[in-house]
C-alpha cells in the first residue's frame, strides 16, 4: 500500500493595481485553470479588495489581493510558484500550509 501526503495551502497574492475587476477576474481564472493541469484540487478564490500599501513595493503604492485556497501534493506547488514568480503583474505571494491529509492507494 502506498501511502501520499496531499497538503491544503492558502496563496495569498497581491497583484498589481492597474488590473481592473474584470482583468483581474481573467487573470485568476487563467492561473486557476493552470492549477488543474498539476491535479491541483479544490481551488477555491477569494478576492480580498485593493489596498495601499504599508511600503513600496516594486515601486507600487496600492496593489489587489487574490487569495488561492487549494488542495495539492507537494511536488506540484514548485512550478506552480515558479510561474506566478515570472509574472510582471505579481508584486508578491505567500503560500502557507493549512494542514495534511494521508492518502491511501
Do not use: H
Amino acid at each position: 500500500m502506498k501511502v501520499t501526503i496531499k497538503r491544503n495551502y492558502e496563496l495569498m497574492i497581491l497583484v498589481n493595481n492597474e488590473l481592473n475587476d474584470l482583468e483581474l477576474k481573467n487573470w485568476t481564472f487563467r492561473y486557476c485553470k493552470y492549477l488543474r493541469r498539476y491535479n491541483i484540487l479544490d481551488v477555491s478564490v477569494i478576492s480580498r479588495g485593493n489596498r495601499k500599501l504599508s511600503y513600496e513595493i516594486k515601486d507600487k503604492s496600492k496593489g489587489s489581493y487574490v487569495q488561492l485556497n487549494f488542495s495539492s501534493l507537494p511536488k506540484y506547488t514548485d512550478n506552480f510558484l515558479l510561474r506566478l514568480k515570472t509574472d510582471a503583474k505579481v508584486i508578491r505571494g505567500l503560500l502557507t500550509l493549512k494542514k495534511k491529509e494521508l492518502i491511501e492507494n
